[in-house]
């Protein structure tokens, strides 16, 4: 699983980036998307919103977030295909997030539960 961690951006700086620069990001990913696809590595994914609840400890206490504890937030998520750690992290290499120096991929392995 990669899982796409980015700063917080404002409604303000989100609504500054214009249509060309969005376009263009959706190219890149897209075309990321599709290559993977191809490769039959892209099992399937989908980008979070921003707003959610969040519960917290034992006393299972509810509050509106993630935004509210945290500089970065959880923005999607991807399954893939690898054979091993090294291909997902050279899959993960080239997310188009990784444009950003301030963007992070987090690889994890799936624990499959016996049924």
Same mark, same amino acid.
């Given at each position: 699983?990669?899982? $796409? ?8 700086? $989100?609504?500054?980036?214009? *249509? ?10 897209? /075309?990321?998307?599709?290559?993977? *696809? ?6 399937? !994914?989908? @980008? ?9 400890? &034992? /006393?299972?206490?509810? &509050?509106?977030?993630? $935004?509210?504890? !945290?500089?970065?937030?959880? !923005?999607?998520? $991807?399954?893939?295909? *690898? #054979?091993?750690?090294? %291909? ?7 997310? @188009?997030?990784? #444009? ?8 994890? %392995?799936?624990?499959?539960? @016996?049924?």
């Amino acid at each position: 699983m990669l899982i $796409f961690r980015a700063p917080m951006q404002s409604e303000q700086e $989100f609504a500054q980036r214009s *249509a060309e620069e969005m376009q263009a990001e959706m190219e890149l990913w897209n /075309a990321w998307i599709g290559a993977l *696809a191809q490769e039959n590595k892209f099992v399937g !994914g989908e @980008p979070l919103l921003p707003e959610g609840k969040v519960l917290r400890g &034992t /006393a299972k206490k509810l &509050t509106d977030g993630p $935004f509210m504890e !945290g500089k970065e937030i959880v !923005g999607g998520y $991807f399954l893939i295909k *690898a #054979n091993d750690w090294d %291909e997902a992290v050279k899959i993960a290499q080239a997310s @188009p997030s990784l #444009n950003s120096d301030e963007a992070v991929v987090e690889v994890r %392995e799936v624990m499959l539960m @016996p049924s």
